[in-house]
């Protein structure tokens, strides 16, 4: 896609993901998302060819970001995405949106499976990649303790976006994934792993450091 | 209040938990609730001030239902406790309305704490009574952990409502409880705790069973 048509885009997804904060997913009809997003009826209908269409596209704004860095210890990749995760859902208001649309569980008429299946199959994946290294208890079911994360987090970051604003988010996690992963890793690796409130903005500076650093080099070999 | 300003605040209670479900709660209207409920404005304000008041009462409308049996292990109280939730969310529709505005987190402006507070001041006191009979573990901060189960159940039954209109949400809390317990209570606790998907099932029939006991007792003194 061309750079002017994933502006476009981007801005019909900001455009719906407000509007949908604003008047609900039920009430919200095209003709708002159009008025707020300030492209054409056609611009609009190129990108998106319901108000579904925008809400799926709303859920999925979250993901084709960066990855964590990868580490030698599956477990602390994966609570490093989680943590990451905290962070971008701090830090942007449209991951935001796909969450808030994820858990709009009144939206009857919405298909909001998409973001708990991929994220579900994310960390099954990971925690396959720890069963491989020794790094689990022996009784974990990778798919089972993948989807218990995947559900808890989604109904903490509720809680606490409802009595802090997210201010404690990161504490509210890092105290979720203490009560979960002593069941999961074995007694060496949880005493490795780097668990702490913090812990999704320090990994996201070093992704944005990696992605300069990344973004130099490329300049020097065009140079 | 009288059996018929009952029923009617009921009525009042189910036509709102319906339009939100319908408009979603920023887009819905009094005049909505109202023309639903089919009631007259002057009842419908007797009873609520305004669309927030008619949201908190759907909020506590899962409130004052008949109390789980008490148990003489504290944890098995609070295991019943939370799977007759789960029977209530499956067979109540005001439970599950309840729940679902408590989770439209796009509602700006409505005050959606009471779920979340109320519920983790319950489970911290049955943590409490379980510390003083010696049930938990020596490292186990009952509030916290009050606070882990209600945020991660809001979340996890979310995720079965949306991927299996909740046929699986006491299997899917059962294996959130078994995730967590572990680490929470003593070997010897966990291992008496009964735990599967259709213990609120049997918990509700107990509790049912026992207030039909209670009545045919009161008739009999009434007699």
Same mark, same amino acid.
Not at 13 to 27: M, N, T
């Given at each position: 896609?061309?750079?002017?048509?994933?502006?476009? $885009?981007?801005? %019909?997804l900001e455009a719906a993901a407000s509007v949908f904060g604003e008047r609900g997913y039920q009430a919200a009809t095209i003709a708002d998302i159009l008025s707020t997003a300030g492209v054409t009826k056609g611009a609009l209908y190129f990108h998106f060819a319901s108000k579904e269409q925008l809400a799926q596209g709303v859920l999925r704004a979250q993901e084709g970001q960066d990855p964590v860095p990868s580490r =030698?210890?599956?477990? /602390?990749?994966?609570?490093? @995405?989680? @943590?990451?995760?905290?962070?971008?859902?701090?830090?942007?208001? @449209?991951?935001?949106?796909?969450?808030?649309?994820?858990?709009?569980?009144?939206?009857?008429?919405?298909?909001?499976? #998409?973001?708990?299946? =991929?994220?579900?199959?994310?960390?099954?994946?990971?925690?396959?990649?720890?069963?491989?290294? #020794?790094?689990?208890?022996? *009784?974990?079911?990778?798919?089972?303790?993948?989807?218990?994360?995947?559900?808890?987090?989604?109904?903490?970051?509720?809680?606490? /976006?409802?009595?802090?604003?997210?201010?404690?988010?990161?504490?509210?996690?890092?105290?979720?994934? $203490? *009560?979960?992963?002593?069941?999961?890793?074995?007694?060496?690796?949880?005493?490795?792993?780097?668990?702490?409130?913090? $812990?999704?903005?320090?990994?996201?500076?070093? %992704?944005?450091?990696?992605?300069? =650093?990344?973004?130099? $080099?490329?300049?020097?070999? #065009? #140079?």
């Amino acid at each position: 896609m061309q750079d002017r048509a994933i502006r476009t $885009r981007r801005k %019909i997804l900001e455009a719906a993901a407000s509007v949908f904060g604003e008047r609900g997913y039920q009430a919200a009809t095209i003709a708002d998302i159009l008025s707020t997003a300030g492209v054409t009826k056609g611009a609009l209908y190129f990108h998106f060819a319901s108000k579904e269409q925008l809400a799926q596209g709303v859920l999925r704004a979250q993901e084709g970001q960066d990855p964590v860095p990868s580490r =030698t210890c599956k477990a /602390q990749e994966l609570v490093d @995405m989680v @943590m990451v995760y905290v962070h971008r859902l701090q830090t942007d208001s @449209m991951v935001r949106a796909g969450v808030w649309l994820a858990l709009n569980q009144q939206a009857a008429d919405l298909d909001r499976s #998409g973001p708990f299946l =991929t994220w579900s199959e994310t960390l099954t994946e990971l925690l396959e990649a720890a069963r491989e290294q #020794g790094e689990l208890l022996p *009784h974990v079911k990778p798919a089972e303790t993948a989807r218990v994360i995947v559900g808890a987090f989604a109904g903490v970051q509720a809680m606490s /976006q409802t009595l802090s604003d997210y201010a404690d988010l990161g504490e509210r996690i890092a105290e979720l994934l $203490r *009560h979960i992963l002593p069941n999961v890793v074995i007694s060496s690796v949880l005493a490795s792993v780097a668990l702490d409130g913090d $812990r999704g903005t320090k990994v996201s500076a070093e %992704i944005a450091a990696e992605a300069e =650093t990344d973004g130099q $080099r490329l300049e020097t070999v #065009g #140079g």
